[in-house]
């Protein structure tokens, strides 16, 4: 019986990460002497809108969903309700060995949830078993249960029987959590790995061209602006004191701002319009670079990795770009009191600022001025993280599995057992 997983995506920052285990699982089957691995793609449809969704399959050669259980939008509860209704289904119909949840969104919680609460049945000799649950980008804590993110996480950590991990830190809360050190596995940063990998073709993008960032043959100095967590942009008073905030930084270069749905509902409900040029709306004529924040509809992953790549500074209040931007050397702006991603601070690229409007001013002059190269990227973050998951997947099915015996699973290993006691 072929090893059977299956992988969960549901929202815009799974997307990038899964593409890189699909990657892994395609490789393992092309060289594979008999032991291929079945995959089976679900797409719970946490998120849906083309350009929160379908663009990232093509940009990232996802293969389409095996299954799509169009769970759509609704309350916190409404929603984990619908995705773990419907991965029920899945998990009875498929009877996977594992599943692989990723990141820390409702629908990882969902299907965490539903994986350790199911019997599923063995075809050759119908006994029951419950499928092992893998989570991908374990352990890392805000230590901000107010954050919808991090009940989630703390959930999905405290019912996996693989914890896969992308930084010290995540190993070091684990321990401190009291997780087994069997079950956590320091292999690295798997959404870093498609951005390697699809760094080059990111320069195939005209985004640059199309917002008209080019002076010359030079391209200018921009920002780029991403917000959307509902501690940001929930509150319109807060918002538009962020807004106030952005709109200053904009006299010293153009902003770029790729609203995520939720925003742009506040800023139509708020009335926030006057902030924002609409730029395919008044664009394309040239525009003063000098005033106002150009709104951009959020942008596909390859567009969104070149924009970042030549920005000059960006300012955010997502996960995941703080890592992005510190393997790309970009420097980053937090726009939030605390970060699950330690390592980017330390790294230098990355700082918290909050959302006090003098506080982003000041940082962002601050960030200007700095000239200091940042370091060589954190460990483990450089493109093999998905392959170690794999490989160690496998093992742990047929210990006779061989793992590749290239340093990097040694050191994955002698990394994973150096916590401190
Ligand atoms: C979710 C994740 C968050 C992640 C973010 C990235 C949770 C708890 N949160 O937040 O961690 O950083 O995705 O995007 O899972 N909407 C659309 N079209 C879509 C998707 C959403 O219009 O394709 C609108 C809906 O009005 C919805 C709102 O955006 O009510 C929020 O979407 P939802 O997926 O519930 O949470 P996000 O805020 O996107």
Redesign the pocket.
């Known amino acids: 019986m072929a090893y059977k997983i299956v992988s969960v995506v549901g929202?815009?920052?799974n997307f990038m990460k899964v593409a890189a285990i699909c990657e892994a699982i395609k490789e393992h089957n092309r060289q594979s002497n008999g032991d291929a691995i079945e995959h089976i793609l679900v797409h719970t449809g946490?998120?849906?809108?083309a350009n929160?969704?379908d663009f990232f399959f093509n940009d990232l050669e996802l293969p389409k969903p095996n299954l799509f259980l169009g769970v759509g939008?609704g309350s916190?509860s409404a929603?984990t309700a619908k995705v773990m209704e419907g991965f029920e289904n899945v998990l009875l119909s498929e009877n996977p060995n594992v599943v692989i949840v990723v990141g820390?969104?409702?629908s990882t919680v969902g299907c965490a949830l539903v994986t350790k609460k199911t019997r599923c049945v063995n075809g050759k000799d119908r006994t029951e078993f419950i499928p092992r649950l893998a989570h991908v980008e374990a352990g890392l804590r805000s230590f901000d249960r107010t954050m919808?993110?991090e009940v989630?996480r703390i959930v999905t950590d405290s019912i996996s029987d693989f914890l896969f991990t992308t930084e010290e830190s995540a190993n070091i809360n684990l321990e401190h959590e009291g997780v087994p050190k069997s079950k956590v596995h320091f292999v690295g940063n798997v959404m870093i790995d498609t951005l390697l990998r699809h760094h080059s073709k990111a320069k195939e993008s005209t985004i640059l061209n199309d917002l008209q960032l080019f002076e010359g043959a030079e391209v200018r100095p921009y920002a780029i602006l991403t917000l959307?967590r509902p501690a940001n942009v929930d509150d319109s008073q807060k918002f538009a004191g962020m807004l106030e905030s952005f709109l200053e930084v904009s006299q010293q270069m153009p902003i770029i701002f790729p609203a995520?749905?939720?925003t742009l509902?506040q800023i139509q409900e708020a009335d926030l319009g006057d902030y924002f040029v609409d730029h395919f709306l008044e664009g394309p004529e040239p525009w003063d670079f000098r005033v106002r924040i150009r709104l951009v509809p959020p942008l596909g992953y390859l567009d969104f990795l070149q924009l970042m790549s030549h920005a000059r500074v960006v300012l955010t209040d997502?996960?995941g770009i703080q890592e992005e931007t510190t393997i790309l050397g970009v420097p980053c702006i937090t726009l939030r009191e605390n970060t699950e991603r330690p390592v980017t601070l330390e790294h230098g690229t990355n700082v918290l600022v909050g959302s006090d409007p003098e506080r982003i001013v000041k940082e962002f002059s601050r960030v200007l001025r700095d000239t200091t190269k940042p370091p060589a990227p954190p460990h483990f973050w450089d493109g093999n993280a998905a392959k170690r998951i794999v490989d160690i997947l496998l093992q742990e099915h047929s210990p006779t599995h061989k793992m590749e015996t290239t340093p990097w699973v040694d050191a994955a290993i002698t990394e994973s057992l150096r916590l401190p006691s």
């Open positions: 929202a815009r920052p946490q998120h849906y809108d929160m969704s939008s916190h929603q820390d969104v409702n919808p993110e989630n959307h995520h749905p939720r509902k997502s996960g």
